[in-house]
Antibody, heavy 120, light 107 residues
């Protein structure tokens, strides 16, 4: 059974960099069948796709965040990470990591989500 | 970006009722439309993919239809465990985008 687990600080100061890691178990991020994605959800609001990484290291980002986002992978640890720079209160949200099936774009497995609050 | 407009934003129905949610894309997305269910405090769960295909293990009372720009999600007989927020999501063109969600409650 594939499991994803987000980890990282729950509180980040404005203008600093938000850093989260997703640890994958029960499957390999080196598999060519999947993308590994980040999606966020502000409290009481809808879902926003942040971006994804493929096994080759290639990435796709939401243009609305592209200048501030970096997604990277560590195959030795079976983890992938999100960095979001210059954060503001608008970046306060629950952040989910998820697996996207490459051919169908289905997000079939998700982490439980982690709340990141941007506040001084 | 492709805008996804869901309606209604919330609804209240009785157990056993038929519930319908619509999702409209700002441009033609063929059938590249998924539906997710999200319970409070939980991650979304895939119910329907490619507009009308039921994900394995999902009860048959859930269904989806549509193509192009107009899509429909239906719960044929609402059950208490269906109380959740439902999202449509297009996967025609990056960035993937979601509807704003429809919150389903029991009357």
């Amino acid at each position: 059974q594939v499991q994803l687990q987000e980890s990282g600080p729950g509180l980040v100061k404005p203008s600093q960099t938000l850093s989260l890691t997703c640890t994958v178990s029960g499957g390999s991020i080196s598999s060519g069948r999947y993308y590994w994605s980040w999606i966020r959800q502000p409290a009481g609001k809808g879902l926003e796709w942040i971006g994804r990484i493929y096994t080759s290291g290639s990435t796709n980002y939401n243009p609305s965040l592209k200048s501030r986002v970096t997604i990277s992978g560590d195959t030795s640890k079976n983890q992938f990470s999100l960095k979001l720079s210059s954060v503001t209160a608008a970046d306060t949200a629950v952040y989910y990591c998820a697996r996207e099936v490459r051919v169908t774009a289905i997000h079939d497995y998700w982490g439980q989500g982690t709340l990141v609050t941007v506040s001084s | 970006d492709i805008q996804m407009t869901q309606s209604p934003s919330s609804l209240s129905a009785s157990v056993g009722d038929r519930v319908t949610i619509t999702c409209q894309a700002s441009q033609d997305i063929s059938n590249y439309l998924n539906w997710y269910q999200q319970n409070p405090g939980k991650a979304p769960k895939l119910l329907i993919y490619d507009a009308s295909n039921l994900e394995t293990g999902v009860p048959s009372r859930f269904s989806g239809s549509g193509s192009g720009t107009d899509f429909t999600f239906t719960i044929s007989r609402l059950q208490p465990e269906d109380i959740a927020t439902y999202y449509c999501q297009q996967h025609d063109t990056l960035p993937w985008t979601f509807g704003q969600g429809t919150k389903v409650e029991i009357k």
